[in-house]
Each structure stands twice: as C-alpha cells, then as structure tokens.
C-alpha cells in the first residue's frame, strides 16, 4: 500500500527528529572525557593555587599543557575507536584554544592591575561562556553546564571570596566532573 503525502512527510520527519537526537547524543558522549578531564585539571589547579598560591603560575602552566596533551590523545583514540573524526577540525580546536588563551592574556593585560580573584574567575566566566554558546547548536546540556559554571563563580567570586580558589577547585572542577558523567547519560 503506497504512503500518502502526509504519512510520507511525518515519516521524513520523524527520521529527521531521530537523526538530530543521534548527533546530540553522539555529541554528548564525546564532550564527556573532556569535561572530565577538565573538571580535574581544574580542581588540581585551583586547589593548588589556593594551597600554593605563589607557584599559581607554573601549576597552571603545567597543567594546560598536560590537558592539552591528553585532550589530543582523547581525540586520536575516539577518531580510531569509531573509525571517523569524532571532532572535525582538530587543528582548528588548537587554533580555537590558542585565540581563547590570547584573548585571556589580552584582557587581562589592558585591564591590568588584576588580583587574584579576578586571575581566577576570569577563565571561568569565559568558559561557561563558550559552553553556553556551544549549546545553542549542540544542545541544552552544554547551556545548562555554562550557566552553571558562571552562576558559581560569580557566587564564590561575591560571597566566599577568603575561599574563592577551594570554591572552584570543588565546585568549578566538581561540576564540570558532574557534567562529564551527566553526559554519558544519553
């Protein structure tokens, strides 16, 4: 029996709708080990900031570099366990990360004299910012976790100020770790 018109386009839609959840889903589960990852590079570089606060510097610096590092090798084992780039644009994301970190570096140099909690919350700010603009095409968890990361560190940056560095080692690190695990939930 052949399709009307219309149970021939509310078919095409609904594969459409299937296809679009099964690229979010597929999107979700990749971000995970990132967010994990970083949830963790943050809780030990803003704890070790907090705890020595006068090497904030070299631990952080060493820090990004382990992250980026590992961030590439998680890129190299999913493109070869799923047998295509789980992330396209691989040199793009390093240009990306480079412009963030100029764009850091800039900011802080024309809003010079920044303290310590300025050093600390602006990276927060600017990643729950870049997370809720991802989330406008890759999906409400990546609004839902920037809102999240900026709300708490605005939080901590107004009201727990004497305990700002603990504040997001437990909660900035914490959550981008809650994250990561919420977005193997798909």
């Known amino acids: 029996m052949p399709l009307s018109p219309k149970e021939a386009a509310e078919t095409l839609t609904s594969v459409e709708q299937a296809a679009r959840r099964s690229a979010q889903a597929f999107g979700y589960r990749n971000a995970s080990p ?49 047998g295509t780039a789980c992330y396209k644009g691989g040199w793009r994301m390093l240009g ?14 024309i809003m010079w004299p920044v303290h310590g909690l300025q050093f600390g919350a602006f990276p927060a700010l600017l990643v729950g910012a870049i997370y809720c603009g991802m989330g406008l095409w890759l999906g409400l968890r990546f609004v ?11 939080v901590g940056f107004f009201f ?5 560095m603990l504040w997001m080692a437990f909660v900035g690190g914490g959550g981008l770790i809650l994250a990561g695990v919420w977005f193997r939930t798909v």
């Not at 990306?96 to 140099?109: D, G, H, I, Q, R």
């Not at 727990?160 to 700002?164: I, V």
């Open 34 to 82: 990132y967010l994990i990852l970083w949830g963790l590079i943050w809780v030990a570089g803003y704890a070790g900031t907090d705890l020595r606060p006068e090497y904030a510097n070299l631990i952080w610096a060493v820090l990004v570099v382990l992250g980026g590092t590992v961030s590439f090798f998680l890129g190299r084992h999913c493109e070869r366990t799923v």
């Open 96 to 109: 990306l990360f480079a412009l963030v970190f100029a764009f850091m570096a800039a900011t802080y140099s």
């Open 144 to 154: 839902v976790t920037g809102a999240l990361v900026m709300g708490l560190t605005l």
């Open 160 to 164: 727990l100020r004497e305990h700002f």
